[in-house]
Each structure stands twice: as C-alpha cells, then as structure tokens.
C-alpha cells in the first residue's frame, strides 16, 4: 500500500493554483459569514470552493498534474471549508455546537494519531476514499442549505430539511471514511516499520508492484 500515485513534484499547476483559490477563499468565505452576515455571497463563495474542488481533481488527472503538493492542499482545502463554515454557523446559532465538536474530532483523532506515523515512513498521503469524497461533497454543500433555510416559509423551509438531511448523512460518510482511513494507515504501519523503513520511492515502487 502506498500514497496516491503522482506525476510531478511541480508546486504551481493549474489544480495546485486552484486549490491555492480554494484557500484563500476560507478567511473571506468565515467574514461574510461572521462579521457581514451576507448569506448570498457565503453562498456564492461555498459553491464555487464545491465546484473548484472537483474541477482541480479532474485536471489533476487529465492533465497528468498529480502533484505531492496537490494531494495535501486539496484535502486541507476541504478541511478548512468545512471547519471554518460550521464555526460560522455555530457562532451565528444556525448549527449547534456539539456539531462543531463531533466533525472536528474526526480531524484530530486523525492527526494525532495515523498522520505522524505515516509522516515518518515517507507517506505524504493515503490513497483518496470514495466515502471521503462523498462525505466532503454532502457537508459542502449541505452546510449553504441549512444557511438558507435559516428564515420562515416554504423555501427556506424545504432548504433547512434537505440540509440537515444532508448533514447527518454526511456527518456519517465523515466519520465512517475516517474509520477506513484508520485502517489503511495502521496497514501502512504494520507493513513498514521504522527499524525496516525504505526510501519513499522504493517503497512506492514496491508497493505499486504488488
């Protein structure tokens, strides 16, 4: 087993510059949020962060743009989006706390345990689960519903029931690919151990053989 396969080790590609967009969008995407309290744009900005997530995978791959870079800023892209838009959320009193607290300690249980293991064997990454990616498209564009069923009447109404359908639905994509990314690292470790760890590059190829 080993990281998903890349193609370059160039940082500005056309997917890495729109991940850099992505990123950049976060801090305006929480201050309309928060301090302006413009819903349209917030919406506007989360869209367009869903559809550039896509879009700089399908180039990745069609282009052969794959990049080590890439395939860490794509998902902490995701990460921030969907931590900063539910901080958002929870200090407007749109989504409760306890929300906030149940998405957010998948990301730590994560970090604190598999990513440095994996980090000290060479590992920049584990190969992309579909769960995950199901789980990141739901809560993207689950959390712009709940948003805009924040009102009274039919719309709203229908927006706010789709949208928390969406949320607990992808609150358990969430956790559960969290789960399967628990596994595949812990393979990782068990297969290469630090007193017999080899190169990265050899370990790819090794494993990309099997």
Sequence with gaps: MAGEPYDTTRVFTVPNILSFIRLAGVPIMLWLLVVREADFWVVVVLVIGGATDWLDGYLARSWHQRSRLGQVLDPMADRLYILATLIGLAV??????????LLAARDVVMATTIWPALRRRGFASLPVHFLGKAATFALLYAFPLVLLGNGEGTWPTIARVVGWACVIWGAALYWWSG???LGQGAEVVRRFPL????????????????
Aim: glycine residues 4%; aromatic residues 10%; charged residues 35%.
């Design 195 to 210: 007193d017999k760890r080899k190169p990265l590059v050899e370990a790819d190829a090794e494993a990309d053989n099997r």
């Design 179 to 181: 789960l399967l990314y």
């Design 92 to 101: 407007r009193g749109i989504v409760p706390w306890w929300l906030v607290v």
